[in-house]
């Protein structure tokens, strides 16, 4: 082989490298956004909870106070699968979520107000703790693709 076949090979090389450097760079910037997205959720959780901690220290605890963090909440885990199912939550998120969700869903209060609401409240909510499945339906290359991760939650 001659010096320029070489160099061809060797420029070749770095092209497939440049690339495949690149695709990975673009999916490292969409897990990114998924986390930054995740944070905005993260911080509604916590305000949530410091709320509902605020109102627990107080001597008269009123019922509706709670009730509205209640609601906030399942409202909260209802727009989390809302997104899950559309693709903007990352797989280990929803992991560490729906295990959150299962657990405080089956503890009272929670419990007694889930079994309260209508057929047409909450659907995600109520579909996802009677099924624990994963909701959202997209296929292993474009979970890839877009950063969320490959692998759903094992129940």
């Known amino acids: 082989m001659s010096g320029w076949e070489w160099a061809q090979i060797i420029a070749n090389l770095a092209t497939v490298i440049a690339v495949t450097f690149a695709i990975i760079q673009l999916i ?37 106070g709670e009730d509205r963090t209640i609601r906030s909440y399942l409202e909260l885990c209802e727009d989390e699968l809302d997104l899950r199912r559309n693709g903007f939550i990352s797989t ?14 089956s503890q009272s209060p929670y419990k007694e107000a889930m079994k309260s609401l209508g057929p047409s409240e909450l659907p995600a909510l109520q579909l996802f703790l009677l099924t624990q499945k994963d909701p959202l339906k997209m296929s ?9 991760g490959i692998r759903g939650p094992r129940r």
């Open 140 to 148: 292993w290359i474009r979970k890839w693709w877009t950063g969320i």
């Open 28 to 64: 490292g910037a969409r897990a990114a956004k998924h986390r930054d997205f995740e944070n905005l959720y993260v911080q509604r959780f916590w305000a949530l909870m410091d709320n509902s901690q605020r109102s627990q220290r107080g001597l008269v605890k009123t019922l509706r």
């Open 92 to 105: 280990k998120t929803l992991s560490m979520w729906a295990d959150g969700m299962i657990k405080q869903c």
